[in-house]
Nanobody, 122 residues
Framework: QVQLVESGGGLVQPGGSLRLSCAAS????????IGWFRQAPGKEREGVSC????????YYADSVKGRFTISRDNAKDMVYLQMNSLKPEDTAVYYC???????????????WGQGTQVTVSS
């Protein structure tokens, strides 16, 4: 069964950091682009970052540029999202999903998992 599992969320104070992990199960991750998306209460799901499979190019939403870093470790079938300088508006459920990543748009082509909750609050 092809599955991506998110972990690493939690409660953090404003200005703090978290690293989210996305683990692949049932398939090899290196041939897939992976996107991180988030959904805050009462809001639509939005793209946060995406990393391509071909050359590892990375893309970010304007709201997280300079604060978040996406990376992948194909040997471990893992993708990470390092989140620094967190703000209350980053509070959301974060999801990873297979996707086609481009400079102007990201196309989701996989199934959504359970996500991991990130709460930024003092």
């Amino acid at each position: 069964q092809v599955q991506l599992v998110e972990s690493g969320g939690g409660l953090v104070q404003p200005g703090g950091s978290l690293r989210l992990s996305c683990a692949a199960s049932g398939f090899t991750l290196d041939t897939y682009g992976i996107g991180w998306f988030r959904q805050a209460p009462g809001k639509e799901r939005e793209g946060v970052s995406c990393i391509s499979s071909s050359d590892g190019s990375t893309y970010y939403a304007d709201s997280v540029k300079g604060r978040f870093t996406i990376s992948r470790d194909n040997a471990k079938d893992m993708v990470y999202l390092q989140m620094n300088s967190l703000k209350p508006e980053d509070t959301a459920v974060y999801y990873c999903v297979t996707a086609s990543c481009g400079p102007s748009s990201w196309y989701v082509d996989g199934d959504w998992g359970q996500g991991t909750q990130v709460t930024v609050s003092s």
